[in-house]
DNA sequence: GGCCAGGTGTAAA
DNA sequence: TTTACACATGGC
């Protein structure tokens, strides 16, 4: 199967019915505080295991910016362990708890004024964490690109390894295909779809095609 | 028991 | 400006 451009994909993907058993927009609490510590959480790491971390900062009612931004330390490496490289991300979990707190005031604030370079110039965000956040918690127009991405754009033949190239050719096909208005959540379900599709239809690296009737 | 997971920062070449 | 390499747990 050739993709002419990635409207093709999107509306491939939705004859698939792959986000049934997911929430609305694929990312659990979509649009709240919660994605922000995901997005660091799952880096490298499965989304199982950011779930555990996730439940025990929530039990502990620390799941908030306000609570992120005086945690202690070993507490918060405790909590977050089940998910990996846990000596980093709670570093940078609460540095970035502090900087959101002290630039913006608050999440609402935050997800109002937040853009994409102050989110880059932040320990422990890059382009993808960056994106996610934006799409996911601040409900913006962004499309995230991630490991996924690039396999199953491989497994139709194409060869981009830059983010932004991957980025650019998702986004301008449903820039074409789509009202503005609808622009979030589109990007929030096409990468959802990806993510979910890939996580089905991949033995280690090689993503399978299947047609679709 | 090695490999991998919804990346990112840093230190060498 | 590119290319290693570290970070780390837990499931397969």
Same mark, same amino acid.
Request: some cysteine.
């Given at each position: 199967?050739? *993709?002419?451009?990635?409207?093709?994909?999107?509306?491939?993907?939705?004859?698939?019915?792959? *986000?049934?058993?997911?929430?609305?927009?694929?990312?659990?609490?979509?649009?709240?505080?919660?994605?922000?510590? $995901? !997005?660091?959480?799952?880096?490298?790491?499965?989304?199982?295991?950011?779930?555990?971390?996730?439940?025990?900062?929530?039990?502990?009612?620390?799941?908030?910016?306000?609570?992120?931004?005086?945690?202690?330390?070993?507490? *918060?490496?405790?909590?977050?362990?089940?998910?990996?490289?846990?000596?980093?991300? !709670? =570093?940078?979990?609460? =540095?970035?708890?502090?900087?959101?707190?002290?630039?913006? $005031?608050?999440?609402?604030?935050?997800?109002?004024?937040?853009?994409?370079?102050?989110?880059?110039?932040?320990? $422990?965000?890059?382009?993808?964490?960056?994106?996610?956040?934006?799409?996911?918690?601040?409900?913006?127009?962004?499309?995230?690109?991630?490991?996924?991405?690039?396999?199953?754009?491989?497994?139709?033949?194409?060869?981009?390894?830059?983010?932004?190239?991957?980025?650019?050719?998702?986004?301008?096909?449903?820039?074409?295909?789509?009202?503005?208005?609808?622009?979030?959540?589109?990007?929030?379900?096409?990468?959802?779809?990806?993510?979910?599709?890939?996580?089905?239809?991949?033995?280690?690296?090689?993503?399978?095609? *299947?047609?679709?009737?």
């Amino acid at each position: 199967m050739q *993709l002419s451009d990635s409207l093709e994909l999107y509306q491939w993907l939705e004859k698939q019915d792959l *986000l049934a058993s997911k929430p609305p927009l694929w990312w659990p609490s979509y649009g709240t505080f919660e994605v922000i510590v $995901g !997005a660091i959480l799952t880096q490298n790491s499965k989304w199982e295991k950011v779930e555990s971390s996730l439940a025990n900062l929530r039990e502990n009612d620390l799941l908030s910016l306000e609570a992120l931004s005086v945690i202690e330390n070993d507490l *918060l490496m405790t909590l977050i362990t089940p998910s990996g490289l846990y000596k980093t991300k !709670a =570093r940078y979990l609460k =540095r970035l708890a502090i900087a959101i707190t002290d630039e913006f $005031g608050d999440f609402e604030l935050f997800c109002r004024d937040v853009d994409r370079e102050w989110l880059l110039e932040q320990k $422990g965000v890059g382009p993808e964490t960056a994106d996610s956040i934006l799409c996911y918690a601040c409900e913006r127009a962004e499309m995230v690109v991630d490991a996924y991405t690039a396999r199953l754009l491989n497994a139709f033949g194409m060869e981009y390894e830059l983010y932004e190239d991957i980025q650019s050719w998702c986004r301008s096909g449903i820039e074409d295909g789509y009202e503005e208005e609808r622009f979030a959540e589109v990007y929030a379900l096409f990468h959802g779809m990806i993510v979910e599709y890939v996580k089905v239809n991949s033995k280690g690296k090689v993503v399978t095609l *299947l047609p679709v009737s």
